[in-house]
């Protein structure tokens, strides 16, 4: 009896976080962030639009800031070593990525080529080993 509530008492080690789940988590709260600027570049287009474009920038804004909130909350998962978080961090930068590569087509490779690399840092990030390990602990 004194051997099972000896072991039960026992304090738990802290892990160490892994660096490559660090900078993944940082990487999509920094996406959050890049969503949120957008979000307020929508805000203060509600400002100086015509009235046809008002319900066009409120609808973007608020869709925008809905993206923003949820990456935050995946970014946060992640640094907490959620599971579940890899997932949506996934789906979001797969999504990126032609979105990213039809910008550097389009002329625009200054914003395009920095969000490709963004999307598929966070992609390897995501699957490397430490990670993996990390994600998979109970």
Do not use: H, S
């Not at 509600?46 to 804004?61: E, I, S, Y």
């Amino acid at each position: 009896m004194t051997g099972k509530a000896t072991r039960d008492k026992v304090p738990a080690v802290p892990r160490p976080e892994p660096v490559t789940l660090l900078a993944a988590a940082t990487l999509v709260a920094l996406e959050a962030v890049g969503l949120l600027t957008a979000a307020v570049f929508f805000v203060v287009e509600l400002g100086v639009a015509d009235a046809d474009d008002r319900v066009r920038a409120a609808t973007a804004a608020a869709l925008t800031l809905v993206g923003a909130i949820g990456l935050g909350l995946v970014g946060r998962g992640l640094y907490r070593r959620r599971r579940w978080a890899r997932a949506p961090a996934l789906v979001t930068n797969l999504l990126v990525l032609p979105v990213a590569y039809d910008l550097t087509r389009g002329g625009r490779w200054y914003v395009g080529v920095p969000l490709l690399l963004l999307a598929v840092a966070v992609l390897v990030l995501l699957f490397v080993r430490p990670t993996d390990e990390a994600l998979q602990e109970d």
